[in-house]
Every structure is written in C-alpha cells, then in structure tokens.
C-alpha cells in the first residue's frame, strides 16, 4: 500500500481475504485493483480467482495480479478472452517502483501489462510442429517486449535497434503466427495471447 501511494495512487481499501477483495472493490469501483495469487482463507490461487471474477462481472476494473510463481497458466487464466485491463507481474517486480507504477498506470487506462519472463516462458515452451519455432531469437525478444505492452518505439529503445527494424520484426511475427496485425499495443498482447492459448 505505501509503494503505491508513494507512487501517486489513492488507496481506497485494503482487504483482508478474497471475499473481502470483491466485496470492496464492488464498493468503491477502483481504477485498478493489485492482489496477489495466494490470499485467505484458503491461501492457495484465491486471489486469482477472485481476479477472474472482479473481470468477468467489472470489466471496466482493471486488475494487476502478483505472483511469486513463474508459471504460465496463471495468467493464462485470468487474460481469458481478453487482455485489456489485466496485468500479470511477479513479486520481484515490485521492488522497481517506476516500473510497478507504470504497470498499474498502464493497465488502469485500460492496456496490459504482462511479466517479460512469464512470456518467454509461455514463448519458449517446445510443441510439436509450433509456428513459433520460425520466430528467430530476434523476433521472440520483440514478441515479449510487445506483451508487456511495450510501442515499437520502446521496443528499440530497449533492443537498441531503430524503429523501421522493430517494424519489420512485428510483421514478421504475425506473418508467421498468421495473426492480422493492429496498431493498439494492447490488440497486439491480446493477439499474441489468443495465439498462446489455442497451442497450450
């Protein structure tokens, strides 16, 4: 809670379990609402289950879930049909506190924001006969870049590499996962996922 008010958000409510977590937020109709995947009472995945729920009835909530667990079909689940208004971060990635706020800022205007080691994970997984096994080492960079909704012009900031260059990538990455290419970054998330979920 301080990290976050540290950062410029307004805490509206702190809840004690996850019933407690759908209860407030239905409440105070938050921007965003951060929890973590184990909460009370059971201490298991109940803070991701209470996650899926708050998207299902409160689409306009976005949801920013943390994890200590570098596992794919957690945020497999709760994207669902939909990558707008969702994040998916591990723990450690709190502790950069720009990063974490530009998460949260991110997916409360309604964008995604994904763990870059949960999509190389997602990405590197071996499957028979995958298009993903065209991707060069090259393209799979931009893919993850591109699912923690990084711009292209971000994406060769990062790369250090020009923008035309990072173009030319992200064509080359539909063109071979067969997925039609849009201009929102967070169409192209969803589009990456959607692709990941129908080869899990």
Known sequence: MHVLERAGFEVVGVAADAPDLIRKTN???PDVVITDIQMPPDGTDDGLRAAIEIR????DIGVVVLSQFLEDRFPLELVGDRAEGVGYLLKERVGDLDLFADSVRRVAAGG????PRVVE???GRRR???PLDELTPRERQVMA?????RSNGGIAAELIVTVPAVERHVTSIFDKLGLRQVPEDHRRVLAVLEYLKRTR
């Open 56 to 59: 299902a009835n409160r689409p």
């Open 121 to 123: 994970r997602m990405v």
């Open 128 to 130: 028979a006969s995958s």
């Open 27 to 29: 409440a105070h109709k």
């Open 145 to 149: 870049l591109m699912a923690e909704g």
């Open 112 to 115: 995604s924001a994904l763990d």
